[in-house]
Antibody, heavy 119, light 110 residues
Framework: EVQLVESGGGLVQPGGSLRLSCAAS????????MHWVRQAPGKGLVWVSRINSDGSGTTYADSVKGRFTISRDNAKNTLYLQMNSLRAEDTAVYYC????????????WGQGTLVTVSS | QSALTQPRSVSGSPGQSVTISCTGT?????????VSWYQQHPGKAPKLMVY???KRPSGVPDRFSGSKSGNTASLTISGLQAEDEADYYCCSYAGRYTWVFGGGTKVTVL
């Protein structure tokens, strides 16, 4: 059974930092591109970032570029999102998501972790 | 990276068909056959329903079908059922390994 389990969410002050983790199991992590997608309360899905299979290629939405860093540890089957200079508008549920190598759609989704940026 | 445009809501009676449109630009929907659709029930994670414009993953009923014309993609749900009531999101590859989602459409079964 495929499982993506996010952790690390919580309450953080504006300007603060947070690191999200996503533990993957039940599929071959090393052959999957991985994404972060977020959803503000009551709003729609927004693509945040993607990393390729070996971690050598990363891309970001303009809204987070320069503040967020996606990375992965294939030895630990874990995806990360380092979030710096957080703003109120970054408040959202952050989903970890997987796509088979070369596929331009998302196969697997985690249950999400809530990040709240507020003073 | 502007969001794709979807209607806020659509509705239909059980057994009817509904179609959700997803309008992008020549830089995303119009330029790639990489449109996918996701279903999301309240409090749940999204679920893939259609990929590569019109392909269905195994396990997704054939009541769900996708198509594309120019800069607009569409998802049609035929034979609407109560369990189809959910939010639906389109997503398109936008080049240079970036993606863009639509704003979402709430499907109501009357």
């Amino acid at each position: 059974e495929v499982q993506l389990v996010e952790s690390g969410g919580g309450l953080v002050q504006p300007g603060g930092s947070l690191r999200l983790s996503c533990a993957a199991s039940g599929f071959t992590f090393t052959t999957h591109w991985m994404h972060w997608v977020r959803q503000a309360p009551g709003k729609g899905l927004v693509w945040v970032s993607r990393i390729n299979s070996d971690g050598s290629g990363t891309t970001y939405a303009d809204s987070v570029k320069g503040r967020f860093t996606i990375s992965r540890d294939n030895a630990k089957n874990t995806l990360y999102l380092q979030m710096n200079s957080l703003r109120a508008e970054d408040t959202a549920v952050y989903y970890c998501a997987g796509a088979n190598y070369g596929d331009y759609y998302i196969d697997y989704w985690g249950q999400g972790t809530l990040v709240t940026v507020s003073s | 990276q502007s969001a794709l445009t979807q209607p806020r809501s659509v509705s239909g009676s059980p057994g009817q068909s509904v179609t959700i449109s997803c309008t992008g630009t020549s830089s995303d929907v119009g330029n790639y056959n990489y449109v996918s659709w996701y279903q999301q029930h309240p409090g749940k994670a999204p679920k893939l329903m259609v990929y590569d414009v019109s392909k269905r993953p195994s396990g997704v009923p054939d009541r769900f079908s996708g198509s594309k014309s120019g800069n607009t993609a569409s998802l049609t749900i035929s034979g609407l059922q109560a369990e189809d009531e959910a939010d639906y999101y389109c997503c398109s590859y936008a080049g240079r390994y970036t993606w863009v989602f639509g704003g979402g459409t709430k499907v109501t079964v009357l």
